[in-house]
């Protein structure tokens, strides 16, 4: 289309009245912009744009909040369409394509629509219906950037009743256009839109009859979209189609298209940075049986996406078709609502948050956004020990906003408001966080080391007892100190208890050392116990007896035995004498006291003499002498021949043994001098019977 009617003077906004003056040579450059002042500053930059006066590298700055109080009809800036004259017997296809190429800084303005917003037709275009490609308040950008703009819909937004139509003698003309509607711009192509934000109450797209493609946002990005965000409260579309009187227009085959719809973009081959969409409902009436392509934050993505962010929903995924991004997604009101979920922002210059504000969600700051300065003063934790109550944090701020605290170490402590609880020993970085609000900046953060000591734990060995010659019995341990419900398994290691002593050490005390625990939460304090080792108790059998006379009974040697008689007094002979005849005695042995075994005493027994019999005259005739001795002894035998003679000490060890026969006389000499003094008895064996006689050496 040309421009030749159309000059800067009609169009551009000057930034002041020169009078007769020519303006300033550098007038829209980046150092002298053009101001955008009001809503007629514009319709004049809508139409610049339109008539393709050339705007590259042209900069406009809107220099206030602009606001259409009534119902308004507006003119995209940058437009791309198609469009026909009424129809006769002949008629016109007329192509429009007039981006925006210029750079807009909105200056960290509004723009505000308090009524019903209808993107019109094309004023000043004479008898010309025209079927727009891309629709928004900045309807086509390529090559060229906006920034610092926000638009706030509180009303509903309309478009025109836009008709698809078939030419039946030009098919080639017929109209089949991919549109593409988005809340700031319908398209963005090879341009950058970046600290930029839709936002709204009430946000409908009410009567759509050719839009195919809905966006919050963008309708179709091929650009770099950083920094921005939307939050609608209603995205509403619909596919009404009509008939008219003045076009061939059809319902057929060319309605049968995929809808998109979507909170940021419906499509993006472009880039996405740094943005969220937040949309709360979604309303659809597409009645042609069109496949609607519904995502949250796109709809259908070949581009990059990353850090950033949508509201989750229980039905719409956050992308509907394409690659998913790396880093952000899908998050709830309340993440959406917390500093910590957008990582890698930068809330110190571009982005703010406050739960005054746009909902509690990430905005936008502005240039005359002044906030105070505030100061944590977090006075020092003192030093604690693992089982102590919890403590309190006594961090405040200068603005006394409240302050949020943070435990590096889970393990050593945990916080909940401002109530720190001990868990276990250790370090643990405790940081005391206000994030600031609509009056404050973030102040910064206060760090500190809580140091939590290990509780101490005795560990005291029990004391045992156990007889000489048993093995040990198992060592056990008894602790005090316990914290938290803690017991032996919250050890890493358990001491042991270890002794010294063996099965056959003597008699007597030995330590029972403790060592070896190891605990995340206690140092151990060792306290020995004591093994007592008594004298073991000894098994004594009941007598035997080796023989009987008619006086005298004697009893097997029993090394280390004393022997009784009837429960009289304990003798150390197993040889008892003077005995009645025929008679039966009781007799008992035991065993005496030991550095290791305690005196034992066997059962009774009881043992006869003989009745008198030729024992009885062997006796009688037979003497010993010298008794005591000190080393010849003479047995006189009688007229019994003796066949051998044994001698024995008090222990029944036998000490001397003579093989019969000795003699045939009446006497015997037998030399006992080489024997220590003491008790020692005879055995005398002769053809008729035997005699123990107990001799003493001297």
Not at 70 to 92: F, M
Not at 165 to 180: E, G, H, L, Q
Not at 218 to 229: A, E, L, R, S, T
Not at 406 to 435: D, E, F, R
């Amino acid at each position: 289309m040309s421009n030749s009617n159309y000059t800067f003077d009609n169009y551009l906004i000057p930034t002041a009245d020169y009078g007769t003056n020519m303006p300033p040579s550098d007038l829209g450059t980046q150092n002298n912009p053009y101001l955008v002042s009001d809503t007629s500053d514009l319709e004049k930059l809508a139409l610049s744009v339109l008539h393709e006066l050339d705007l590259n590298n042209v900069y406009f700055k809107q220099n206030e909040d602009i606001t259409y109080n009534n119902d308004a009809n507006i003119v995209p800036i940058g437009y791309k369409a198609s469009g026909i004259t009424p129809y006769t017997s002949s008629y016109n296809i007329v192509d429009i394509k007039s981006p925006f190429s210029g750079h807009y800084d909105g200056n960290n303005h509004s723009l505000k629509f308090n009524g019903t917003v209808t993107f019109s037709k094309l004023p000043g275009m004479g008898e010309f219906t025209s079927i727009p490609e891309y629709m928004g308040v900045f309807g086509w950008v390529k090559d060229g950037s906006v920034r610092n703009l926000n638009i706030q819909y509180n009303n509903i937004v309309s478009a025109p009743n836009l008709i698809s139509c078939d030419y039946p003698d030009n098919p080639t003309a017929n109209s089949n256009f991919a549109n593409y509607f988005g809340g700031f711009a319908g398209c963005l192509e090879n341009g950058i839109i970046e600290r930029c934000a839709v936002t709204s109450s009430t946000f409908f797209l009410e009567i759509i009859e050719i839009w195919e493609n809905l966006g919050g946002f963008v309708g179709i990005n091929k650009g770099i979209v950083n920094d921005c965000f939307t939050n609608i409260y209603r995205l509403k579309g619909s596919n009404q189609y009509s008939s008219s009187p003045n076009f061939y227009c059809s319902m057929g085959p060319k309605l049968g298209r995929n809808q998109g719809f979507a909170g940021l973009a419906v499509e993006n081959s472009g880039t996405i940075t740094n943005c969220y969409s937040r949309i709360q409902n979604f309303d659809y009436n597409f009645t042609d049986g069109t496949n609607n392509n519904v995502g949250m934050f796109i709809s259908n993505n070949t581009g990059t996406v990353s850090n950033s962010y949508w509201l989750s929903d229980a039905i719409y995924n956050g992308i509907y078709s394409g690659s998913q991004p790396p880093t952000g997604g899908s998050r709830t009101l309340a993440e959406l609502q917390a500093q910590s979920t957008f990582i890698g922002w930068d809330f110190n210059n571009i982005w703010n948050i406050c739960a005054a504000i746009n909902d509690g969600m990430p905005y936008l700051r502005t240039s005359n956004e002044e906030q105070q300065s505030q100061i944590i003063t977090f006075p020092t934790i003192p030093t604690k020990t693992y089982g102590d109550a919890p403590i309190t944090l006594f961090a405040t701020s200068t603005s006394d906003l409240p302050i949020t605290y943070q435990s590096s170490n889970m393990a050593v402590a945990t916080i909940s408001g401002s109530t720190l609880t001990i868990v276990g020993a250790g370090t643990a970085t405790i940081t005391a966080t206000q994030t600031g609000n609509c009056d404050y900046n973030a102040a910064t953060p206060i760090s500190q080391i809580f140091t939590v000591d290990k509780a101490q734990l005795t560990a005291t060995a029990d004391n045992k007892t156990r007889e000489y010659g048993e093995a040990n019995p198992p060592f056990t341990v008894t602790y005090s100190g316990w914290k938290n419900g803690d017991n032996v398994n919250s050890l890493t290691t358990q001491p042991t208890a270890t002794c010294t002593a063996t099965p056959t050490s003597n008699v007597g005390t030995y330590p029972i050392t403790v060592s070896g625990g190891v605990a995340t939460n206690y140092d151990f304090q060792y306290y020995d116990g004591t093994l007592i080792v008594t004298k073991a108790t000894q098994e004594i059998p009941a007598p035997t007896m080796e023989s009987n006379t008619i006086t005298s009974i004697t009893l097997n040697i029993v090394f280390g035995c004393e022997y009784n008689i009837n429960d009289s007094d304990w003798q150390d002979s197993p040889i008892f004498e003077g005995l009645a005849p025929n008679t039966s005695y009781s007799f008992k042995q035991r065993m005496s006291e030991t550095e290791t075994h305690l005196a034992s005493e066997s059962p009774a027994v009881d043992f006869s003499t003989q009745s008198l019999n030729i024992s009885e005259n062997l006796l009688n005739n037979l003497n010993l002498y010298p008794n005591p001795t000190t080393g010849m002894l003479t047995i006189e035998n009688g007229e019994w021949r003796i066949e051998n003679v044994e001698i024995f000490d008090i222990y029944g060890r036998k000490l001397y043994f003579s093989t019969r026969p000795l003699v045939h006389s009446s006497t015997v000499n037998i030399d006992i001098s080489h024997l220590s003094a003491g008790v020692y008895f005879l055995k005398i064996n002769t053809e008729t019977g035997m005699v123990v006689k107990k001799v003493l050496k001297e």
